[in-house]
Nanobody, 125 residues
Framework: QVQLVESGGGSVQSGGSLRLSCAVSGYTFTNRCMAWFRQAPGNEREAVAGIDTDGRPRYGDSVVGRFTISRDNAKNTLYLQMNSLKPEDTAMYYC???????????????????WGQGTQVTVSS
């Protein structure tokens, strides 16, 4: 059974930092496309960052230069380091995993086969 469990969310002030983790089990972590998405109330799910099998990161325009995605294949864990947080970053953050490579579609929710339950990030001004 595949499980993705996010952790590391919380409440911070504007300008602060958080590090999200996504622990993966029951799934071959290597050679798969993985990503972080977020969704605020009333908004569509937004692609935050993705990472392909080659380790190259991709980022949504709103987080470039502030967020860093990484993966530790030995620990089967995906990370999202979030710096210079802004109130507009407030959302539920989800980890996602695909069976296959990203194939240039990392930002499209439809390509992901597994999702975590989410971890809340709240940034106050």
């Amino acid at each position: 059974q595949v499980q993705l469990v996010e952790s590391g969310g919380g409440s911070v002030q504007s300008g602060g930092s958080l590090r999200l983790s996504c622990a993966v089990s029951g799934y071959t972590f290597t050679n798969r496309c993985m990503a972080w998405f977020r969704q605020a109330p009333g908004n569509e799910r937004e692609a935050v960052a993705g990472i392909d099998t080659d380790g190259r990161p991709r980022y949504g325009d709103s987080v470039v230069g502030r967020f860093t995605i990484s993966r530790d294949n030995a620990k089967n864990t995906l990370y999202l380091q979030m710096n210079s947080l802004k109130p507009e970053d407030t959302a539920m953050y989800y980890c996602a995993a695909a069976y296959d490579f990203c194939r240039g579609s990392w930002s499209k929710p439809i390509i992901y086969d597994y999702w975590g339950q989410g971890t809340q990030v709240t940034v106050s001004s």
